[in-house]
């Protein structure tokens, strides 16, 4: 059953596609160079394509700020408010979500509170991991009292389960259902699925599972393509796109308009 926050920024139809904005290296990381204005001016040029291309929803992320801390510092948390801002003013009307790497999940809804953006995408939800930047702790309790704290209620919060780019020994004997089911006890707003890596196809076989053992929205984030966007399509709620809209597939490249359009129309009408 998708949860309240969920219908009101997506429907009721059945999967929404949200395009992500890998905006460039942020002041701060070892890849920064010239300044806020080209890292704006990009992020703003790839969310009219994929408005051009009939993407219902964005998500900006910080994802050429490699390597990733666990704690990015304030600049981050100003810069992507800030190039936030700028692309819901451009498209006021566009569900447009947040997330700043590796797990600043506080920072990413203080974000998106100050930007008007709607939603976030959280790592580290419920049980802790080890990524690549090192232990993730679960965070839910704390995250939602911040929700409440700053106001941000409205502001959805989806939730990573067993997370991409991570090592999940320490909860080896908690499967995927068992995780989906504490993410929705712990008031996750809808619950993401992932393959090992960025561009990695997630489980048919695991979000058949999740998605007939709970009652939140399942959403698939990494790995769809072309090819299988109509697999998904059937159960997932909605798909998180990004290797797949870029020219060869790859995260770091330029956007594709002929791969984002034959990804849309290989999905369901």
Known sequence: MKTSRFVRLFGERSPAVIGMIHVRALP?????????????????????????????????????????VR?????????????????????????LGIQILAGANREALSAALAAGADFIRAEGFVFGHVADEGYIDACAGDLLRHRSAIGAEHIAIF???????????????????????????????GLILTGAATGEAASLEELRAVHAAVRLPVLIGSGITAENARDYASLADGLIVGSAFKEGGYWAHPLDP???????HALPS
């Open 71 to 95: 704690r990015p510092g304030p600049e981050v948390l100003a810069a992507m408010a800030v190039l936030a801002r700028e692309v819901k003013r451009a498209h006021p009307a566009v569900p």
């Open 258 to 264: 002929d791969r984002i359009r034959r990804l849309m």
């Open 159 to 189: 939730t990573d389960i067993k997370k991409k780019h991570s090592a999940h020994a320490v909860t080896a004997d908690v499967d995927i259902v068992q995780t989906a089911h504490a993410a929705e006890f712990f008031l996750s707003d």
């Open 28 to 68: 701060g990381a070892p890849g920064h160079a010239g300044g806020m204005g080209p890292i704006l001016d990009q992020a703003l040029a790839e969310a009219e394509i994929y408005r051009a291309c009939g993407l219902q929803a964005l998500m900006i992320e910080n994802m050429h700020d490699v390597p990733y």
